[in-house]
């Protein structure tokens, strides 16, 4: 056996365990090429950052990680995403993947990731897999799911609720002259608002717009979206219609998704509103949407479908992590009992914090996403210390923090 990284040449043999894993894949009957294009346009994946394990003179196993920067409490930090966790059905059950995944997680220690981390299906066999890894559930996505008339009356909704601007907007199709206005709105009013979001280069924005590869089984078709101009005061939307990409040979084409929208908080309604039009007069019957925590409120609670994909992380360089900590909040942090706690140090005493606790208060994933964990925010110590240094991220409600003593 043996673990390394690929070539160029194993794009075909990777997409042929990939095919026979993932029933998207299948039936999407993605090849090299396609894998090809992948790593062209998108930087965040490469062959460098492909691993698979050798047996018997083939590739019996692969993982992918998407090297990221992620915006985090602590500001912008590495982390290390794993993807496409795939073993060749005949080789299953001897522990390749198992193997491969220490590698990996070993590999990125020593390039110092504070975190490693992925989104598996909630329920599905893998998310127990990384649960007894020691990953924990940070976040579920809720995702919308708006059909037929729901589309007309949400629009109209948003309309009438006095949402107005001063300026009728001037709308364009988003075109690949568009990257530097996309990736300025994308900075003020995804990046810079929200923790839990991706750094975006040129190059990835480049990617987007010409293959609209958003993630990475989105491959196949061109970006679609459109600007909208308020009298100077930029945004846009970013959809994906399936009946324009690969994906329509697996999914409803009559559906589509709202991959994201940047606009200030007046002009989203409206923005969102437009584009729910436009997707209809297309002919969409489906949207998904899965709107940011603090938008939720713009779409009606009955269409909630929960819960989705599990975000599930881990401290990969816990040096690294409680560095980073220490350096932000310039206190002394300590990692007890065998990971059982983390404890900040200060004057008057210490805050104990529960891994996950403290991961999801790092990663900004509170208020919203709260009430879906079973956990909460465990901490022991001063209650109000930890109001007054964790304010920005607790302040939603502090009522689902749990005081324990219980580790
Ligand atoms: C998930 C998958 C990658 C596991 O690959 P593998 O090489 O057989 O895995 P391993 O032999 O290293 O086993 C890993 C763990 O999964 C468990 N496992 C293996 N097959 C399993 C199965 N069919 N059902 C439940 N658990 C299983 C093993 O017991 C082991 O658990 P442990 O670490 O507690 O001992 C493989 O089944 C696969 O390709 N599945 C389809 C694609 C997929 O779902 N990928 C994960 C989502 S990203």
Redesign the pocket.
Known sequence: MRIRTVEPGDLGEIAEVLRG??RIYNCMDIDGDYLEKLFRTDDTVSLDSTFVVEEDGRIV?ITMIVEREIRTVLGWIPFAG??????HPK?????????LLSYIEDYYKDKGYPIIG?L??YG???H??YR??GFYDISYYRERILVLEDIVNTASMLKKRGETSSHEPVIVPITSASIDTLSKLYNDDIASRYYGVFKRSSRRWKGILETGQYATWFLGNHGVGWLYDYGGRKAYSLVYPIKESILSRCRDPSAAYILEIAADNRHYPLVLADTLEKLYNMGIKTIYYRPPPDKEHLVEKNRLVIPDETLMAKPCNQERFRSLIEEKYNKKVVIEKHDTYYAIQYRFGTIKFTPDSLLRIMLGVTGAFEEYFNGKIRVQGNYRILLEEFSSVLSYRPHYIVLTDKW
């Not at 794993?82 to 073993?87: E, L, P, S």
């Not at 080789?91 to 193997?99: E, L, N, T």
Request: net charge positive.
């Open positions: 894993s993932f196993s794993i993807a496409n966790v795939a073993t080789y299953r059950g001897r522990g390749y993947a198992s193997k992925l598996a299906g599905e066999p893998a127990r897999i007894r890894r």
